[in-house]
């Protein structure tokens, strides 16, 4: 699933934040070609959270997804996925409620921004929110994991497709830095992989 003879960058919670995002790919070298952000040697790891809070969610998640589509790039699912895949799911017949994530006031207004912002792109919504159940909660690369929140071992460990993933990974004597970066929390760095370095700032 991952190549490690490449480099990796890190780039967590977008939260709709486009402009950033495409500023931050610039920093770190990609360069729009064909309309996908590309990189010679790097492939950026997107932590979830790619929706709500921000102007431009619709545009950050044609980012994300052309980047993955072109195998520029992987995504696993934040909770703000999570939720908008509960919010958009119809309850099961005898659970007592209407949907997974119920429609309430505070539920709305945490997922409002990304709703007000797709009201003229149904269609669109919906085949995000199709891609949204395809991506995985996390990935185990051998030498570093990916999860958008915590690494618990005693819920990760019967998903199957943990062994799948690492199984992937071939021996390497190389060794890619990852880096770490995040649009919406420009501050954030942490990487807690022996393997992978993180530079200051």
């Avoid at 790097?42 to 709500?52: H, N, P, S, T, Y």
């Avoid at 997804?65 to 995504?75: I, K, S």
């Avoid at 071939?170 to 995040?182: D, I, L, Y």
Wanted: net charge neutral; proline share 8%.
């Amino acid at each position: 699933m991952l190549d490690p003879a490449r480099g990796y960058d890190l780039i967590g919670d977008v939260h709709g934040c486009a402009q950033t995002l495409e500023h931050l790919l610039g920093v770190l070298g990609y360069r729009q070609q064909g309309g996908v952000w590309r990189h010679p040697r790097r492939q950026a790891l997107f932590l979830g959270d790619i929706i709500d809070r921000g102007p431009r969610i619709r545009e950050a998640l044609h980012i994300v997804h052309g980047m993955v589509e072109a195998g520029q790039a992987h995504c696993i699912m934040g909770n703000h996925e999570y939720n908008a895949i509960g919010w958009n799911t119809p309850a099961p017949v005898g659970s007592g409620q209407t949907w997974v994530r119920e429609h309430t006031p505070r539920h709305h207004r945490l997922l409002g921004a990304t709703l007000e912002q797709f009201e003229q792109h149904p269609a669109d919504w919906q085949a995000f929110l199709g891609w949204f159940y395809e991506l995985p909660l996390f990935i185990d690369a051998g030498r570093f994991r990916l999860v958008h929140a915590c690494w618990d071992e005693q819920y990760i460990t019967p998903w199957p497709s943990a062994s799948a993933v690492a199984a992937s990974m071939k021996p390497s004597s190389r060794n890619p830095v990852c880096r770490v970066a995040s649009p919406a929390k420009p501050s954030t760095a942490c990487c807690a992989a022996p393997t992978c370095a993180c530079p200051a700032g």
